[in-house]
């Protein structure tokens, strides 16, 4: 690739040519230190940052003299920020400033910077009661930059919690118009003119608009909305925005998950309009206050966050975005190979001499489906702290880092350098009795079901004809347009899960604006009943946002259900255009005198109903009979 190229000649050409006097001189990179600015240059880029704040202000590169937005003040560029509050109070946005500049580390091949904000007991209130040390890594012949944070509580400070932490960068909007997050999610976007009121209108949800007068007439009547942008953690590994005149690349790429919270399932932002790309390492996204870490009683904590790589590449001259994109993906192979990196001068960024290992093999054991063990060849695994089963997708504070593309089934400690053998585990899943009947697939997320056409005045053109068609605006206000008149009833051994089960059980809209409960309803025929065993309904909810789900049976007017929920989940999945939240899984048991011989009904409510966006997504159902039992199910 012409770009590869020339980055390589760069390279060897560079890293022999002298700098002047004045700057604290290396071969290769160079660093200037400023009254109120530190610049570093390797030739190929040079990077601004503010004196001591550690803003990044400025980054040259391909004849462009600032890749950032220039109109922007130099606080609103790129940065490190956080939310966080005391405990009961409300949350606090907080660009993180340091006030002490240190050169780390300075050769012919690396310059490594530190931008340290120290916390004392006068800033009670106003700063966030940690030690945070922004670092900041410029290779000889590197065509980007490394960023990475070590946050520390200490022993006896205040409490808090901290609901997001990430890496902002806002780039120059006549540049960079033109976004790419995958191979299949890639589009020229609005300009952040056409969110304002005289060229947009408000919908449902703060963050959604609907283009009324775009600056682009193609984009005409499309929703934009930050959240349609969203992946989860597994898949977030490089995206970005391309440049055309002159064709530049701007990308940011996670070498590793192990800094991020909540597992490979969690769903973060990436990139949207501003033009803004993200590096998200902590966030209440798609998880609401479960992902928010608590800090209390004055406990110890440290983390490192990163580092993350922005690259930055280049052709020579007009071509198809696709060619910076597919050099993107390699370099983003390239860092993960890469990782742990033993560049970090950090001793809290452990090296890869420093870690340990685990070996072992994951069989599953379900005597209903097979007699041998069955290869989880489909799992992720991982380790995580020690707890209730399906906790790791809740922790969030963990000190050390987690392994990437997890489903983190135990925690052991790991020297370094030592080899774990765990020889075979054998994961049982829950299962009381053979499997009457069931609905979708276990796999944490309701995508299998039916989702539907949005309305045409609420359209997002990237998700036409897309295999992430849940991701389109207002798909919540289709349910009522689908049943009119009654709820949904499904049909065991009739019905098509992928045709008759709609993704997402939300409220009714009544005709004075208000929103009404809904009830769906599962029927099935038994040829006959054990009296005297017990049945197990299993209810696996891929997401839930201020919901309770009760359950009866044969019995719609019951006063009191079978079984609920109660109140649950704050994950805001069906407003942002997710497909799940949090996982949760119940297990119901089910009286044989609650059953009849021929046909029965299962009725799930869903109670809450005090806005559109309350609402569950099924992940799967599954009815089984009492143990020993054989499959009497008639369809």
Same mark, same amino acid.
């Given at each position: 690739?012409?770009?590869l190229?020339?980055? %390589?000649?760069?390279?060897?050409?560079?890293?022999?040519?002298?700098?002047?006097?004045?700057?604290?001189?290396?071969?290769?990179?160079?660093?200037?230190?400023?009254?109120?600015?530190?610049?570093?240059?390797?030739?190929?880029?040079q990077?601004?940052?503010t004196?001591p704040?550690?803003?990044?202000?400025?980054?040259?590169?391909?004849?462009?003299?600032n890749?950032l937005? &220039?109109?922007?003040?130099e606080?609103n560029?790129?940065?490190?920020?956080l939310?966080?509050?005391?405990?009961?109070?409300?949350?606090i946005?907080?660009?993180?400033?340091?006030?002490?500049?240190?050169?780390?580390?300075q050769?012919?091949t690396?310059?490594?910077?530190?931008?340290?904000?120290?916390?004392?007991?006068?800033?009670?209130?106003?700063?966030v009661?940690?030690?945070?040390?922004?670092?900041?890594?410029v290779?000889?012949?590197?065509?980007?930059?490394?960023?990475?944070?070590?946050?520390?509580?200490?022993?006896?400070?205040?409490d808090?919690?901290?609901a997001?932490?990430?890496?902002?960068?806002?780039?120059?909007?006549?540049?960079?118009?033109?976004?790419a997050?995958?191979?299949?999610?890639?589009?020229?976007?609005?300009?952040?003119?056409d969110? #304002?009121?005289?060229?947009?209108?408000?919908?449902?949800?703060?963050?959604?608009?609907?283009?009324?007068?775009?600056?682009n007439?193609?984009?005409?009547a499309?929703?934009?909305?930050?959240?349609?942008?969203?992946?989860?953690?597994?898949?977030?590994?490089v995206?970005?925005?391309?440049?055309?005149?002159?064709?530049?690349?701007?990308?940011?790429?996670?070498?590793?998950?192990?800094?991020?919270?909540?597992?490979p399932?969690?769903?973060?932002?990436?990139?949207? +309009?501003?033009?803004?790309?993200?590096a998200?390492? #902590?966030?209440?996204?798609?998880?609401? &206050?479960?992902?928010?870490p608590?800090?209390?009683?004055?406990?110890?904590?440290?983390k +490192?966050?990163?580092?993350?790589?922005?690259?930055?590449?280049?052709a020579?001259?007009?071509?198809?975005?696709?060619?910076?994109?597919?050099?993107?993906?390699?370099?983003?192979?390239?860092? #993960?190979?890469?990782?742990?990196?033993?560049?970090?001068v %950090?001793?809290?960024?452990?090296?890869?001499?420093?870690?340990?290992?685990?070996?072992g093999?994951?069989? &599953?054991?379900?005597?209903?489906?097979?007699?041998?063990?069955?290869?989880?060849?489909?799992?992720?695994?991982?380790?995580?702290?020690?707890?209730?089963?399906?906790?790791?997708?809740?922790?969030?504070? #963990?000190?050390?880092?987690i392994f990437?593309?997890?489903?983190?089934?135990?925690?052991?400690?790991?020297?370094?350098?030592?080899?774990?053998?765990?020889?075979?585990?054998?994961?049982e899943?829950?299962?009381?009795?053979?499997?009457?009947?069931?609905?979708?697939?276990?796999?944490?997320s309701?995508?299998?079901?039916?989702?539907?056409?949005?309305?045409?005045?609420?359209?997002?053109?990237?998700? &036409?004809?897309?295999? @992430?068609?849940?991701?389109?605006?207002?798909?919540?206000?289709?349910y009522?347009?689908?049943?009119?008149d009654?709820d949904?009833?499904?049909?065991?051994g +009739?019905?098509?899960?992928?045709?008759?089960?709609?993704?997402?059980?939300?409220?009714?809209k009544a005709? @004075?604006?208000?929103?009404?409960?809904?009830?769906w309803?599962i029927?099935?025929?038994?040829?006959?009943?054990d009296k005297?065993g017990?049945?197990?309904?299993?209810v696996?909810?891929?997401?839930?946002?201020?919901?309770?789900?009760?359950?009866?049976?044969?019995?719609?007017?019951?006063?009191?259900?079978?079984?609920?929920?109660?109140?649950?989940?704050?994950?805001?999945?069906?407003?942002?255009?997710?497909?799940?939240g949090?996982?949760?899984?119940?297990?119901?048991?089910?009286?044989?005198s609650?059953?009849?011989?021929?046909?029965n009904?299962?009725?799930?409510?869903?109670?809450?109903?005090?806005? *559109?966006?309350?609402?569950?997504?099924?992940?799967?159902?599954?009815?089984?009979? *009492?143990?020993?039992?054989?499959n009497?199910v008639?369809?």
């Amino acid at each position: 690739m012409a770009s590869l190229r020339k980055l %390589s000649a760069a390279f060897s050409s560079y890293c022999s040519c002298s700098r002047e006097p004045h700057k604290m001189a290396t071969v290769g990179v160079s660093l200037e230190a400023k009254e109120r600015h530190i610049v570093i240059d390797n030739g190929i880029l040079q990077l601004t940052l503010t004196n001591p704040g550690g803003l990044i202000t400025g980054i040259r590169y391909n004849g462009i003299d600032n890749l950032l937005e &220039v109109i922007n003040k130099e606080g609103n560029r790129g940065y490190w920020d956080l939310v966080w509050n005391e405990p009961q109070g409300s949350g606090i946005f907080d660009v993180i400033e340091g006030t002490h500049f240190e050169l780390i580390y300075q050769d012919e091949t690396r310059i490594e910077v530190s931008f340290t904000r120290k916390w004392e007991p006068s800033l009670q209130g106003k700063h966030v009661p940690l030690n945070i040390d922004k670092r900041f890594v410029v290779l000889c012949g590197c065509s980007g930059f490394y960023t990475y944070g070590i946050y520390e509580h200490l022993e006896g400070w205040p409490d808090f919690d901290m609901a997001e932490t990430r890496v902002a960068f806002k780039l120059r909007k006549d540049k960079f118009q033109y976004m790419a997050i995958a191979g299949d999610r890639q589009r020229f976007m609005p300009m952040p003119e056409d969110r #304002m009121p005289n060229r947009s209108q408000k919908l449902a949800y703060p963050e959604a608009v609907l283009l009324t007068n775009p600056i682009n007439n193609e984009l005409k009547a499309e929703v934009d909305d930050k959240y349609q942008y969203s992946c989860e953690d597994k898949d977030i590994k490089v995206h970005g925005w391309i440049c055309f005149k002159p064709p530049v690349g701007f990308w940011q790429i996670t070498p590793s998950n192990e800094f991020r919270t909540g597992g490979p399932v969690k769903q973060e932002l990436t990139s949207h +309009v501003g033009p803004t790309t993200l590096a998200m390492f #902590m966030s209440a996204h798609y998880a609401g &206050v479960d992902l928010v870490p608590k800090f209390r009683n004055g406990e110890y904590w440290k983390k +490192v966050f990163g580092p993350v790589f922005i690259y930055l590449n280049s052709a020579m001259d007009d071509t198809d975005p696709r060619v910076l994109w597919e050099d993107a993906k390699l370099q983003a192979q390239t860092e #993960m190979d890469s990782w742990p990196y033993q560049f970090p001068v %950090s001793e809290d960024f452990q090296k890869s001499e420093q870690r340990g290992s685990v070996i072992g093999r994951l069989l &599953v054991q379900d005597k209903y489906i097979n007699d041998d063990y069955l290869y989880a060849n489909a799992a992720f695994v991982g380790l995580a702290l020690p707890g209730e089963p399906g906790s790791w997708q809740r922790e969030c504070k #963990m000190m050390r880092g987690i392994f990437p593309y997890i489903m983190w089934l135990f925690l052991l400690f790991i020297s370094g350098r030592s080899q774990i053998d765990l020889g075979d585990l054998i994961y049982e899943p829950p299962r009381d009795g053979p499997t009457l009947w069931e609905i979708g697939i276990p796999d944490r997320s309701a995508a299998e079901f039916f989702i539907p056409d949005p309305n045409p005045n609420f359209i997002n053109q990237l998700y &036409v004809n897309h295999c @992430d068609r849940f991701r389109q605006y207002g798909l919540w206000e289709r349910y009522a347009e689908l049943y009119p008149d009654s709820d949904l009833i499904y049909t065991i051994g +009739v019905s098509d899960y992928t045709k008759d089960w709609f993704f997402t059980h939300v409220t009714r809209k009544a005709g @004075d604006d208000s929103h009404q409960p809904t009830t769906w309803q599962i029927k099935f025929h038994l040829d006959t009943i054990d009296k005297t065993g017990m049945y197990k309904l299993r209810v696996a909810l891929a997401s839930a946002t201020l919901s309770e789900l009760q359950v009866r049976f044969n019995n719609p007017t019951l006063n009191r259900p079978h079984f609920t929920t109660k109140l649950i989940g704050r994950d805001n999945s069906i407003a942002r255009h997710g497909i799940h939240g949090l996982y949760w899984l119940f297990h119901v048991d089910v009286h044989s005198s609650w059953l009849v011989a021929g046909d029965n009904t299962i009725y799930l409510t869903q109670t809450r109903c005090q806005s *559109p966006f309350q609402g569950i997504m099924y992940d799967y159902i599954r009815m089984e009979g *009492p143990p020993c039992q054989q499959n009497r199910v008639t369809h």
